[in-house]
């Protein structure tokens, strides 16, 4: 078995032209909280956009425990336990938050329309445990009381928590974050990486995710990718990367 649950290789991604991603490796380890960071531009979405499946890469390796993912289609993607939340929230704003987590679970609950249309009990059963998991993340993310409330209603944090438990009940292996951190307030981004820090251990997820909040990424990530104009500049350990010359140049600023 692998070292790695994805291991992605020499990944790059044309536009035109224009070779936005340029020689890009990184493993993720099982259980582990992987960041990759780099300045606007430095291709850091792009990455996720390939390893999702949104995007088809140019060239390059995506194997996702064993299998080849590299331009296979998101939703196939998902079936092999990648999830991915967005930078602009993607929530249905007019469903309530409990009918976006039964939505979420449509490849699992039996949609088969004779069982739909006459009620039959397997089609109860799926249902009952549809509502009971949708109960259980609710209460995960400390979302229960808000249950009927439209999503498009709740807060911005909350509208992130709501995102993530999404992803959450597919019950995913490799769950990646695009910002989970953008617009939140101080106290939001403590709770939030509480809550990434309890999915890695009590749900055994590996999380990858991209973040321009620096606190964050050094206190919860287990290893950094710095990228810088598509290309990768180094890979280690918060304090390894804290201390490397390369991206105190190229990222976070020098004197």
């Known amino acids: 078995m692998s070292a790695f649950l994805l291991d992605v290789q020499d990944l790059a991604m044309r536009f035109g032209g224009l070779l936005a991603v340029d020689g890009v ?26 390893v999702s499946g949104f995007y088809r890469p140019a060239g390059g390796s995506i194997v996702l425990d064993g299998v080849n993912t590299a331009g296979m289609a998101s939703h196939l993607v ?25 939505v979420a679970q449509h490849l699992q609950v039996n949609t088969n329309l004779l069982s739909g249309l006459f009620k039959l009990p397997a089609y109860r ?22 249950a009927n409330r439209d999503a498009g209603t709740l807060s911005y944090g909350h509208q992130r928590r709501l995102e993530i438990a999404r992803c959450m009940i597919t019950g995913p292996r490799l769950l990646l974050l695009d910002e989970p951190a953008a617009g939140l307030n101080p106290q939001e981004k403590t709770d939030l990486q509480v809550l990434i820090d309890r999915l890695r251990r009590e749900d055994h997820v590996a999380v990858l995710l991209i973040e321009h909040d620096m606190r964050l990424v050094m206190n919860i990530s287990d290893r950094i990718l710095v990228m810088e ?10 304090g390894e990367v804290r201390g490397d010359e390369r991206v105190i140049k190229a990222y976070l600023g020098e004197e």
């Open 25 to 50: 490796g990184f493993g993720v380890r099982r259980e582990e909280i992987f960041a990759i960071i780099g300045p606007n531009g430095a291709g850091k979405t792009t990455v996720f956009n390939c």
């Open 78 to 102: 998902a079936r092999h336990g990648l999830v991915r939340t967005f930078q602009n929230i993607r929530l249905f704003k007019s469903l309530s938050v409990v009918e976006n987590l039964l």
């Open 125 to 146: 059963r799926a249902e009952h445990a549809a509502l009971d998991r949708a109960a259980y993340w609710l209460d995960r993310v400390g979302l229960s009381a808000l």
């Open 229 to 238: 104009h598509g290309k990768p500049i180094v890979t280690g350990t918060p």
